[in-house]
């Protein structure tokens, strides 16, 4: 098997830890080689009251990364993870970039999180959706929606566990083998976050539950991290959905347990102090005791 390279496509702020500033980080400690195109280039993420400053990347400059990249013989990437983009020539970019890779690879990966918007907002142009629908989606292996990206994709009201794999549904049937619903909170299930992930080749299938406690903060990037540690686990346990959701779920906790802690412990907490305690929290993300288990449904 060739060693792991991934090419990792998303956004990137000079402070704080969103994005592939995030993402390159976690996968570099645990052990993988990754490059990062960087969609958006911002002084930091949007959450801050005087707003951020930066600039996108066009479709046209990541053309030209790639074709650069291809020349030199360096396009031998293993995976690609994409997540944040905010525009739709730079999106039909990426699908572009990923039919030649499996092209050139027929065990290439592609990892897509497909990041819209959550909490029934949109924070990308809508217009990104039938992209996503349509081309992007279609494309991918793996995918991490949370709910509403979820929703939008399958036009399914995800309000239970039920609702959940039948959205999971959908997406299977256009061809993504694993799909992973980060987190889902149900009512009944008190102060629970519930992770669904499902994973159908051929025609074998399984179905995971993952319960975790909900932690309540102004948490920035957790997706991100959650997309990248999901993809390092899945590189060394590739048929092991169960254990990589476990040991992801277990680590982002740990990082957002330390964020909490620290952000609770201020008198009046700023977005700055809300930025994930990443650097503290670095060995947590190798750590591979377990502290929330799945359940396998069939």
Not at 234 to 248: G, M, N, Q, V
Request: include cysteine.
């Amino acid at each position: 098997m060739a060693e792991p390279r991934v090419l990792s496509i998303q956004s990137h702020v000079v402070s704080g830890y969103v994005g592939n500033k995030c993402a390159t980080f976690a996968l570099q400690m645990m052990g993988i080689t990754v490059d990062s195109v960087n969609s958006v280039q911002l002084s930091n993420h949007t959450g801050y009251p005087a707003g951020t400053k930066g600039q996108i990347l066009g479709s046209d400059s990541l053309r030209e990364l790639i074709d650069g990249l291809r020349d030199n013989n360096l396009l031998n990437y293993t995976h690609l993870l994409t997540g944040y983009s905010n525009s739709t020539d730079f999106l039909q970019e990426i699908a572009n970039i990923v039919k030649d890779l499996k092209l050139s690879n027929s065990n290439f990966i592609y990892f897509c999180d497909p990041v819209m918007g959550d909490f029934d907002e949109f924070y990308v142009t809508p217009q990104l959706l039938p992209i996503y629908k349509d081309i992007i989606i279609p494309l991918a292996d793996i995918i991490t929606p949370n709910v509403f990206e979820l929703e939008k994709l399958t036009d399914v009201k995800i309000v239970n566990e039920d609702d959940g794999f039948k959205a999971i549904d959908i997406i299977h049937k256009q061809g993504v083998s694993t799909v992973i619903l980060s987190s889902i909170r149900i009512p009944s299930d008190g102060d629970e976050l519930v992770l669904l992930a499902s994973r159908k080749v051929d025609d074998k299938r399984s179905r995971l539950r993952l319960r975790f406690p909900f932690l309540s903060g102004l948490f920035i990037g957790t997706g991100d991290l959650f997309s990248a540690l999901i993809l390092a686990w899945l590189i060394r346990h590739p048929d092991d959905l169960s254990t990589a959701c476990e040991l992801t779920v277990t680590a982002v906790h740990r990082v957002l347990k330390r964020t909490l802690e620290s952000a609770s412990s201020l008198t009046s907490p700023g977005p700055a102090d809300w930025e994930l305690k990443f650097i503290e929290g670095r060995y947590d993300l190798l750590k591979e005791d377990i502290l929330y288990k799945c359940e396998l449904i069939d």
